[in-house]
């Protein structure tokens, strides 16, 4: 397996022609479960089925189409038409690179869409080989009649997250059964059906049942995914394939600390919580030379918001992984989504949290790419005149005729891995470029076009004791301006903030 810890120069030299997206969610599970169960299951399950494997392992996608479970605390949600051209931009630019195969592991409870969208890649567009799989139905399928329904926060998701994230799962669960068929919600929405976000039966759970149901998915799906892609003109099952393998520390779900307001909460402690903005970090997957893993930028969201959002004490989202790359599309394993998309994800995701009772949302932009976040932040702010977007980080910056000296994968990104990342860092492949030229490269010609490494800049000087310090910076900055920023609004126009 290789993932978002190796660079791109890895991806390309391994000829891997396999790659995985698993999709997760933040949707309600009752007032036991974390609300981020899907998006947490997801890290874990995919990891666990691409080790050993002959895949690149794509970052989770965090945000469903749980548009059903509208209007409860900490629900994020993205519209079908959204979802359909994520998958569409991913799997565009994975064909792209020469990937052939595209194996989608879903996990959500909603994402109506994700199968059809799959199935329009391989009879319609017919640009990869794709495979959609939803691991939980295989434990569900396999559950004794005493344990379903379970609709979100039932037997078997309990006794799944027993096994997997036992600390989390909070005591004092209910049954609740509703007394309409399962169709309603798609009619009238989850909350107007249980309020408690639940339909399931979790006090009959165990941490036993909870690990046959983890190792059943993983034989299934594996089982599964090799039968669908044999399928295909051609087809063969995943090979294996032998490498160091990097991945968060001690398997933990990426980006938190306990104690915060984030997709660990349960809706229980998200309906305790009275804070009323909440944070959404945008980064990147892409290439960045030699030298650095792929994920640079993501690690960087990561790092920063959840420092940030612990200082504003508001709800911290997923960082979003895959953003707008173009400038590194000519670098394999660089994933990116057209603007376009990634305007609607963040509309999507911004309405969601408004419907969900947050009057706040503070983009915090990691990639000097993301430049759609602005334009689309300046809409939201004039189409909803009582909800607040603020945005930091350099989103819009000009980028003019005077020559830049560094730039990207430079010192200062050298220096962040080696400080939070040290074992990603390879050391025997630095290599220090920088082709003194305009920024505005990166429009027409792409980084590719001026450096041939994707290096602009001098990684060999960055030092961990500057990347500790950087993001100290980082996060003192951000949160100082959105707490003055915050202030001069509240002064200057109270009706909006009151």
Same mark, same amino acid.
Do not use: C, I
């Given at each position: 397996m290789l993932n978002i810890f190796n660079t791109s120069f890895e991806i390309s030299e391994s000829n891997i022609d396999t790659a995985v997206l698993a999709l997760g969610s933040l949707e309600p599970k009752g007032g036991h479960l974390p609300i981020g169960f899907d998006f947490m299951l997801a890290e874990r399950f995919a990891r666990d089925f691409c080790s050993g494997k002959a895949v690149y392992l794509l970052p989770v996608w965090p945000f469903s189409t749980a548009v059903e479970a509208r209007g409860f %605390?900490?629900?994020?949600?993205?519209? *079908? *038409?959204?979802?359909?051209?994520v998958i569409g931009d991913i799997a565009s630019v994975l064909a792209r690179h020469r990937f052939k195969r595209l194996v989608v592991l879903d996990f959500a409870n909603y994402n109506w869409i994700v199968k059809h969208r799959v199935r329009e890649l391989n009879l319609d567009d017919e640009v990869i080989q794709a495979v959609?799989?939803?691991?939980? *139905?295989?434990? &569900?399928?396999?559950?004794?009649?005493?344990?379903v329904p379970d609709y979100g926060g039932g037997a078997v998701e309990t006794s799944i997250a027993m096994a997997?994230?036992? $600390?989390?799962?909070? %005591?004092?669960?209910?049954? #609740?059964?509703?007394? =309409?068929d399962r169709e309603y919600i798609d009619y009238r929405g989850l909350k107007a059906i249980s309020a408690q976000g639940l339909w399931g039966k979790p006090t009959k759970a165990t941490a036993e049942l909870? $690990?046959?149901?983890?190792?059943?998915?993983?034989? &299934?799906? %594996?089982? #599964?995914?090799d #039968?669908?892609?044999?399928l295909f003109p051609g087809g063969k099952p995943i090979a294996q394939h032998q490498s160091e393998e990097i991945w968060w520390p001690d398997g933990a779900t990426p980006g938190v600390e306990a104690g915060g307001v984030d997709w660990q909460c349960t809706l229980s402690d998200m309906s305790h $919580? =009275?804070?009323?903005?909440?944070?959404?970090?945008?980064?990147?997957?892409e290439q960045h030379g030699p030298a650095l893993p792929l994920g640079t930028d993501h690690f960087q969201a990561v790092e920063v918001a959840r420092r940030v959002a612990a200082e504003l004490k508001c709800y911290l989202l997923p960082a979003m992984p895959i953003v707008t790359s173009w400038g590194h599309i000519r670098f394999r394993g660089t994933v990116t989504l057209r603007a376009m998309t990634a305007r609607r994800v963040i509309e999507d995701i911004a309405e969601s949290v408004q419907a969900a009772g947050y009057r706040k949302l503070v983009i915090l932009n990691i990639h000097g790419g993301n430049w759609v976040v602005k334009p689309t932040l300046i809409e939201i702010a004039r189409s909803r005149p009582d909800f607040t977007v603020i945005s930091t980080g350099d989103i819009l910056s000009y980028?003019? *005729?005077?020559? =830049?000296?560094?730039?990207?994968?430079?010192e200062g990104e050298a220096s962040f891995i080696k400080a939070f990342y040290p074992e990603t860092f390879r050391a025997d492949r630095v290599v220090d470029y920088s082709p003194n030229c305009t920024a505005s490269a990166f429009d027409l010609v792409g980084i590719g076009g001026v450096t041939p490494k994707g290096v602009w800049g001098y990684p060999s000087k960055g030092t961990a004791e500057e990347g500790r310090a950087s993001v100290d910076q980082k996060v003192a900055a951000t949160a100082a301006y959105v707490?003055?920023?915050l202030a001069e609004l509240q002064s200057r126009y109270p009706a909006r903030l009151r």
């Open positions: %605390r900490g629900t994020a949600a993205l519209t *079908q *038409q959204t979802m359909w051209d959609w799989v939803n691991p939980k *139905q295989f434990a &569900k399928e396999a559950a004794d009649g005493e344990l997997q994230f036992g $600390s989390f799962v909070k %005591r004092g669960a209910v049954d #609740y059964e509703a007394a =309409v909870g $690990s046959g149901f983890y190792k059943l998915m993983l034989e &299934k799906t %594996r089982e #599964y995914a #039968y669908a892609l044999q $919580s =009275v804070t009323d903005m909440a944070l959404l970090a945008t980064g990147a997957t980028r003019g *005729q005077a020559p =830049v000296e560094h730039l990207h994968a430079d707490k003055k920023t």
